[in-house]
């Protein structure tokens, strides 16, 4: 008797291996699906990232052009327009041109070939500059900026838009 439970006992039965199959199916399924959100989280926080960089490297670079030019010489004082353009110091960069054509922002500097300022993944959508220059002094532009990551298959990791606003006065 004693034999037999013996023997028994030390072999698994076809639900006990079964079992062991599904748990261990379950544990390796949950572990996918967490590395795959983690990817694209990750892919969601590049996305952020680079619009985030882009969006504050293009304001600095036209508020910086603002700061040291000589005067405006588009949009009209209390107007608006979808493009600036600035009267510099140094003859080699005057004109200094900011427009928008096909979701790309461009600076074009005097005589130069304009270059853009947002890179290929993103795409501006808006852009905006009102002088607010009153009378006496030297120049004041608004910009309004809305930038967005290029999302062609829809897909959540890659949308992204972001709305920037600031002003930048001419140094006296």
Known sequence: ?????????????????????ALLSMIIVSIGTFYSLMIRERVRNNTISEVEQQGQFIIDNITQSIRNAQSISSPAPQASASSLTLIMQDAGVSPTIFSLASGNLSIQEGLASAIN????????????????????????????????????????????????????SIRQ
Do not use: C
Request: aromatic content about 10%; glycine content about 8%.
């Open 1 to 21: 008797m004693i034999i037999k439970d013996t023997i028994k006992r030390q072999g698994s039965s076809l639900l006990e291996a079964l079992l062991y199959i």
């Open 117 to 168: 300022l947002n890179g290929t993944n993103l795409e501006v959508t808006s852009l905006g500059f009102t002088n607010m220059t009153r009378s006496g002094t030297a120049g004041n532009i608004k910009i309004d900026l809305t930038l967005r990551y290029k999302n062609p298959g829809s897909r959540y990791e890659y949308t992204y838009t972001k709305i920037f606003n600031t002003s930048a």
